[in-house]
């Protein structure tokens, strides 16, 4: 194979693990915090989860673990959009797996959850692993998003878990996919299978995060990644003087990636769905949030400039808020009906007859493509795909319509030319990080644990990421405890609750703090590459977003 030198290079590097998982399985041992209790709609999810509700907080010690050596067979799944680590996820696993017992298996389900209900499954080597450490990627096993639901669906996977001797599966996913592992976790357990299900926590959106996962993997190397061009745009928008470019992030509903790209990057407007929403804007007043910003630099000679989009932004808009939902009630309700028509100008105008006046005249008000991109299927899991509704070429049109008319007002003289830009699929795949590589395989570790201490129903956690590797705190954090109940695909599911982006939070108020200046001054601030060898403050600092939170120094 013609590999890269740097791929060479990563295959060396030794991922660096927490004190307690360093040291032999036989010294790691469980301590447990008492019960706990969802966040909301408890009654509702007791009955959904009755003998996995209410588990107590499990952390990773150094103490005697006899019971750590025991051989066993595990499943991994690695579920939903790529993020960067999924592969160190697998090696900490298998390196878990291995130290505990060198007769232990670990098997790779294929292209998801899936791959599990349809026993698309291979074996997992050294070898193999070999290949794959410290790579981005989710290509040694793929991924899918496929959601166990139906009754057949739990009864094969149950059939694969007993005919393969399974003593756990592990879910590596983001919010919507761990839920479906609390799902499966709970149906072994009713069916009297001995097969325990953990979660690992993946997503680069970085939504998946609370007082014990202090952030998703995937989101540090992506957000560098998207921080790493925004920065170069910046500096090329500063050398032509000619271009305004908007730039949509990925990130589907919070706007974690935006608001730390925001931080890495100074550029002069960065939108944050959640503000957005509180502030109950709609559309024209954020166009008028752009426009102020290109007038008041423009008035100072500079017909340039950088503007981050988050990629959740229209569903934060309240109006578009409720016409998303009606559009998602019409979708559901009416799904053979709209599923027969043929063409798009059919589709939109079948939607149109079933919206309320309001909805369908906002609807009705909107560009074409824009039209079609809102009632394209919505993934397994009842989600807007708005990663294809194109947001940032939605705002270039309304910034050109509105500067024109402040021109014929006389307000505004200088000139206006755009670029689009998307960043998304670019990141979610890179070489991790060190951090990410090393948070990865300590979870992946943790999982091995947790399966080894007979747990299910778990998401691994390593917390105290603000701090060196060694005094990082391994456990597993009960999934019900992230749990609410939220209506989808028209009635009401158990979900874990996303992570949206506080106000009140750190990062956010660092950021209201500075973007005034940002958004009429050049004050662009240039990330470069990711770097994986030289200092430990260059290579293995954590986002900002992390540092701001944990309240650590950021030098
Ligand atoms: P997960 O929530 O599964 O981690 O996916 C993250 C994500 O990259 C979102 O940011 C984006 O909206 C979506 O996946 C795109 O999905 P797809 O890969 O199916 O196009």
Known sequence: ????????????????????????????????????????????????????????????????????????????????????????????????????????????????????????????????????????????????????????????????????????????????????????????????????????????????????????????????????????IERDAASARKYWHFIKLMGRSASHIALECALQTHPNVALVSEEIEAGKLTLSDITEEICRSVVARSDKGMNFGVVLIPEGLIEFIPEFKILITRLNEVLAEQADGFKSLANDAARVDFVLKNLDIQSATLYRSLPQEIQKQLIMDRDPHGNVQVSRIETEKLLIVLVEKRLATLKAAGSYTGSFSSQAHFFGYEGRCAFPSNFDADYCHALGFAAWALTAAGLTGYLASVRNLSAPASHWIAGGVPLTMMMNMERRHGSDKPVIRKALVELDGEPFKAFAAARAVWAVETSYRFPGAIQYYGPADVCDRPTETLLLEKGAPRI
């Open 1 to 232: 194979m013609d590999i890269s030198p740097l791929q060479r290079a990563r295959y060396g590097y030794s991922p660096k693990l927490p004190k307690a998982l360093a040291a032999k399985p036989e010294q790691i041992a469980l301590t447990f915090g008492g019960a706990t209790e969802a966040l909301d709609d408890r009654d509702a999810l007791k009955a959904i989860f009755p003998v996995n509700y209410g588990k107590p907080l499990v952390t990773l010690v150094h103490g005697n673990g006899e019971g750590m050596k025991k051989r066993l067979i595990v499943g991994v799944i690695l579920s939903g959009g790529q993020a960067p680590g999924g592969h160190n996820v697998i090696a900490g696993l298998f390196d878990g797996l291995k130290a505990g017992n060198p007769e232990s298996r670990l098997i790779g389900f294929r292209g998801g959850p899936g791959g599990l209900v349809e026993d698309k499954a291979m074996e997992i080597d050294a070898a193999m692993i070999d290949l794959y450490r410290n790579t981005g990627g989710f290509d040694m096993i793929g991924s899918g998003r496929t959601k166990i639901e139906t009754p057949e669906q739990f009864a094969k996977s149950a059939g694969v878990v007993r005919a393969r001797g399974l003593d756990a599966v592990i879910v590596v996913g983001g919010d919507d996919s761990n839920t479906n592992a609390a799902l499966l976790s709970e149906y072994f357990l009713s069916e009297k299978l001995p097969c325990g299900v953990i979660g690992v926590p993946k997503t680069i959106d970085g939504d998946l995060k609370n007082e014990f996962i202090e952030t998703s993997f995937g989101f540090d190397t992506a957000t560098k990644t998207y921080a790493e061009l925004i920065g170069n």
